[in-house]
């Protein structure tokens, strides 16, 4: 018996201790949890997901509980010399009120609850004064702010506390916008437009997923959203309002050439480039690189920004995210290194 009991025990403990293992290892901000909220809209999310939890949880106990009762129940009745001795209209009530109305009221609870949240997150009483428009495309985000004028890709900037109205739209198929930490799930259907209200209680950056199958690389479709002071905010949107500088470094001003040549600006838009006979109506869209520099990613988030992974994901973008709209850029290395170079002026 206390062998069996033992190894019950250091089963239960392995499987703990397994269980544990992936969110200890990686850095938090990798493995967003729902369960971690970081904004109104998420806490009140988490605390629907406990209520069920615990309900579920009372609700287990208490069946466990009663499979118990009757097993030495049933043992104890073998025993009985009277059959008689049972009471049948206790029997009869056990269907009536373990089976009838104590699932009623637990679902009627928690369904309740589920709407009144719904209701709530749905419908934040906040209003709002940033509206940004997020486009899923295959595969990334592109971020719009229509009233200042700024496009970038898979990074949205919002000031702490504010809420942040995001109106989600879809270039092709259907995707999900999904930062764990400040809100639920919302689809970007094609030809409509969802809203949605996040705010976040302290700076920081928060990563999201595409939460919807979009295809091939809809796994490395994220984003990030980068929750700062209302003064750095208004020094991003500062710095992001302006056009590009052109490029002084001769190394630079070479990888401009290329930047020409080699066919990027057919799909990257760069404000204040000198790029008014490129005709952009018949290509599909890529990441407005104006301010490539400032941001912490590429490739729908799937790579940190910097100059080995830039590289990587010009010449081999097929590599890296088969089947992207991202074509390999045959040049030479001369040419990369001041392609490269011309890329790390956009700040
Ligand atoms: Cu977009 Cu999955």
């Known amino acids: ?23 200890v290892a990686i850095s938090p901000s990798n493995t967003p949890s729902t369960l971690n909220p970081q904004g109104p809209a998420a806490a ?15 609700v287990f106990v208490l069946v466990v509980v009663l499979l118990f009762a009757a097993l030495l129940r049933g043992r104890r009745g073998t025993n009985a010399t009277d059959p008689d001795n049972q009471s049948i209209d206790t029997g009869r009530n056990w269907p009536i009120w373990g089976g009838i ?44 702010y229509p009233e200042d004028g700024i496009t970038t890709a898979n990074e949205i900037h919002i000031p702490v506390g504010v809420p942040v109205e995001i109106q989600l739209q879809s270039a092709d198929v259907t995707h999900s916008f999904w930062v764990p930490e400040l809100h639920g799930k919302m689809d970007l259907i ?29 796994a490395h479709m994220g984003l990030m959203v980068v929750a700062q002071s209302q003064a750095d905010y208004d020094n991003w949107v500062n710095a992001q309002e302006q056009p590009a500088a052109a490029p002084t470094d001769p190394t630079a001003q070479q990888g401009q050439q290329v930047f020409m040549s080699a066919g990027c600006v057919f799909c990257h838009t760069v404000r204040g480039l000198d790029d008014k006979q490129i005709d952009r109506s018949s290509v ?20 940190t920004k910097n100059r080995g992974n830039l590289s990587g994901w010009v010449l081999d973008a097929q590599h890296v995210k088969p089947g992207s709209l991202m074509p390999n850029i045959d040049i030479n290395s001369e040419e990369l290194q001041a392609l490269l170079a011309y890329l790390e002026t956009l700040h």
């Open 190 to 218: 094609p030809t409509r437009i969802n809203k949605i209200v996040i705010q976040a209680d302290k700076a920081g950056v928060y990563r999201g997923e595409c939460a919807e199958f979009c295809g091939l690389q809809h």
């Open 44 to 58: 009140r999310l988490a605390e629907l997901w406990w209520v069920m939890f615990w309900f579920g949880t009372a």
């Open 1 to 23: 018996m206390r062998t069996r009991l033992s190894w019950y025990g250091f089963l239960f403990g392995y499987i703990l201790l397994i269980s544990a293992c992936s969110s």
């Open 284 to 303: 599909d869209l890529g990441p407005d690189l104006t301010h490539l520099d400032s941001r912490l990613t590429i490739a729908g988030a799937s790579l």
């Open 101 to 144: 109305v104590l699932p009623l009221v637990v679902i009627g609870i928690v369904f309740g609850y589920n709407i009144y949240t719904l209701a709530a997150v749905e419908n934040p009483n906040a209003k709002s004064d940033i509206k940004i428009e997020v486009v899923g495309r295959r595969w990334w985000w592109e971020v719009k």
